[in-house]
């Protein structure tokens, strides 16, 4: 299998880099090519706007690439997420595409364009505490389909998002269809009231609504309020579900962290 990385938002760190590069080497069973566009510097950015989309493309049509791995999250993605999608070639639609957070934005859209696409390590992992392991676990499922690298509760259609790229995707170009699936969220470095707020938001949408259920990953890094919120994000979660009449499923093995698990975007069958 020949993966391609391209980076949609934030620069990939050149250790990060190396070290995924090793691993490929040793376990010998697929190649990996990281477009130079990975390390280029804009402000926030890996490259202007205009060298992201154009690595991104380059990459979703070369037929000689079987899939494409999001370098790392941030933020980016959106401001050429419906471009990027525009007219997509053959060969775009028959490769699979992986990452999560920031790169939701793109995996939203090109499952709705037809892809495969799946929420899961990035390369960028490698560099958090027993990052090693979250590489391994999307190359598993990259190149053998290996289900022990799944979110383990899995039953059936199911997305994966960031709450924050969530909230912010609906209504766009990119919302997909979220009809009867299992939607898994979870969220990094916010407010607890931003959390609440998101959640007024998200679960107010009339296509959320139409989903299954709604399951909580890890919601970590939380900043500090004054005064205390007064509640958690499970208890937050529990209460727009409950108010908003979608089933809350528990909770999720997904997160900004090593221990995240994949899960292959797929629709409910009419």
Known sequence: ????????????????????????????DS???IHPQCFL????FAGPD???????????NDPAVDAVWFARGGYGSNR??????????????????????????????L???????????????????DGEGAIRRALDWLVRRDPSALEPQ??????????????????????????????????????LYRTDRTMFHVTSSAAVRKARQIRLGRVVDILPNDPDFG????????????????????RADIGHDAANRVVPFATASI
């Open 1 to 28: 299998m020949r993966i391609a990385v391209v980076a949609p938002s934030c620069t990939l760190k050149r250790e990060a880099a190396e070290a995924v590069q090793g691993i490929i080497a040793e376990r010998g």
């Open 41 to 44: 510097s804009d402000g926030h």
């Open 31 to 33: 190649e990996l090519v």
């Open 154 to 191: 899995l039953d059936g259609p199911a997305m994966a998002f960031n709450l924050t790229v969530l909230s912010n995707l609906l209504g766009t170009p990119l919302e997909p269809d979220f009809a009867r699936v299992d939607l898994l969220i979870e969220d990094i470095g916010e407010h």
């Open 80 to 109: 050429i997420a419906e471009a990027a999608l525009a007219d997509l070639p053959e060969a775009a639609l028959a490769k699979t595409y992986m990452g999560y957070s920031d790169a939701g934005f793109l995996l939203a859209g």
């Open 231 to 250: 509640s958690d994000a499970v208890a937050i979660v529990e209460d727009w579900c409950r108010r908003s009449g979608i089933r809350y499923g528990g």
């Open 111 to 129: 499952h709705k364009a037809g892809a495969e696409v799946a929420w899961g390590p990035m390369p960028q992992d490698v560099v958090r505490s």
């Open 50 to 60: 205009s060298a992201r989309l154009a690595a991104l493309r380059e990459v979703m």
